[in-house]
Structures are given as structure tokens and as C-alpha cells.
């Protein structure tokens, strides 16, 4: 199954696109300035956000977030849990940030900026973070999602969302999400050619496809 839908629904997606167009490149713009124009510890605050993000949500994630700012980057395990417990769902997840934060300083004396720039290749990038046991909570999903969010491009974040849309297109043959980098990378080739055939960019589809599903344009 491959591009199978009828042409009036790739008509309506492309209407659709161009009602959410100048929104879409705003968005997509603010993602590039985090990393133009803020250090370290925004770069890390957006990683904090994927991390909170997975499983309940960006709405949820960036509350979360909100909540801890005055103690992420200093603050112990045991502070960012207290203020992540009447706001997330998982407040448990303070162990994720704080092993990810020191793993970052003392290996990369949190210049986070010059890693993420010492890889040239774009999957090399994306590896690091989603298959690091040492950055915790992150997949291949909230890899990419952070990446994105800092303003990397070619990089889907293939949630639930953005999976059931394709697999309703016809772009690929099932709606769950992939679990292995191989599936992933192969989905998001698809993505990618869907985009292509459509006329916009793959960053755009991205952020069309999950706000046609949730009435928003995501974080």
C-alpha cells in the first residue's frame, strides 16, 4: 500500500496546508531561533521538555517544564521531582533529567551546542540521543523531536498522530509507530516522499499531519 488515497484527499490536505501555511513557518522559525540564538541551558531545556513530553503529551511536557525551570539546571533529583509531582504525571521522571544533565556535564562539560554540532551526519545526530542509554527517556520519536525543536530539519517525529495519518494516506501499511531504527528511518523516507509528492517540506507535512489530528500546530 503506497499513495493509495484518492486525489480529492491529497486536494483537501494541500487546502488544508495552505490555511496553516504562515502559521506552520512561524512555528518552524521560533524552532530555529532556540538554537541561533539561546545557550546551553535553553538547548537543555528543550531536551527536558522531550523527556517530559513522552507518553502524555506536549501540553503536559510543557507545564512540566514551566514548573522546574529555576531548578533544571542546578536543581537535585529530589527538587525537580517535588515540583514535577502535583504537575506530571510521572514525576519520576526527575531521575531521567538529572542523570541526563550530569551525563551531559561531565562528559561534554554541557556545551551542548558543539556536540550537537560535531555531527555532520544528520542520522549520526539523531543516534546519539535516541540510542544513548546514558540520556534517559528518549527514543527515536523524542529524538527527533527535539532536534526539530531546535531547529534541525529533516527529522519527523513519527508519534501516533503522525503514523495513523500516513497509514490513512496510504503512504505506509500499518498504523502503529515504529520501534526499531530501521522501521523508523523507513517511515520517515516515506514521510519524506509524501512530502515531495505533495509540493511542501517534510517539516511542514510533519506539523500538518499531527495538527490534523489534534486541531493545533505542536510544540
Not at 20 to 46: H, M, P, S, Y
Not at 125 to 154: C, M, P, Y
Request: hydrophobic letters at 35%; one cysteine or more; aromatic letters at 12%.
Amino acid at each position: 500500500m503506497f499513495f493509495t488515497t484518492k486525489n480529492e484527499d491529497y486536494e483537501k490536505l494541500k487546502s488544508s496546508y495552505l490555511d496553516k501555511k504562515d502559521a506552520i513557518n512561524t512555528q518552524l522559525n521560533e524552532f530555529k531561533e532556540v538554537f541561533e540564538k539561546g545557550d546551553d541551558n535553553r538547548v537543555f531545556e528543550e531536551l527536558a521538555f522531550c523527556i517530559l513530553t513522552s507518553a502524555v503529551g506536549p501540553k503536559m511536557g510543557q507545564k512540566s517544564v514551566n514548573a522546574i525551570k529555576d531548578v533544571l539546571i542546578e536543581g537535585s533529583e529530589e527538587d525537580i521531582y517535588e515540583k514535577l509531582q502535583n504537575v506530571h504525571k510521572y514525576p519520576e521522571k526527575a531521575s531521567f533529567i538529572v542523570h541526563t544533565r550530569e551525563y551531559l556535564r561531565s562528559e561534554f562539560d554541557f556545551r551542548l551546542k558543539d556536540l550537537i554540532l560535531s555531527f555532520k551526519d544528520l542520522l549520526e545526530r539523531r543516534d546519539f540521543f535516541a540510542l544513548n542509554k546514558n540520556i534517559k527517556g528518549i527514543g527515536f520519536v523524542q529524538a527527533s523531536h527535539f532536534l526539530r525543536n531546535i531547529g534541525f530539519t529533516e527529522y519527523a517525529i513519527l508519534d501516533k498522530n503522525v503514523v495513523l495519518s500516513l497509514y490513512q494516506f496510504g503512504v505506509i501499511n500499518s498504523p502503529k509507530p515504529p520501534t526499531t531504527r530501521k522501521k523508523y528511518i523507513e517511515v520517515e523516507g516515506r514521510l519524506k516522499e509524501f512530502a515531495r509528492k505533495l509540493g511542501i517540506g517534510a517539516d511542514e507535512l510533519d506539523l500538518l499531519l499531527w495538527s490534523e489530528k489534534t486541531g493545533h500546530i505542536p510544540k
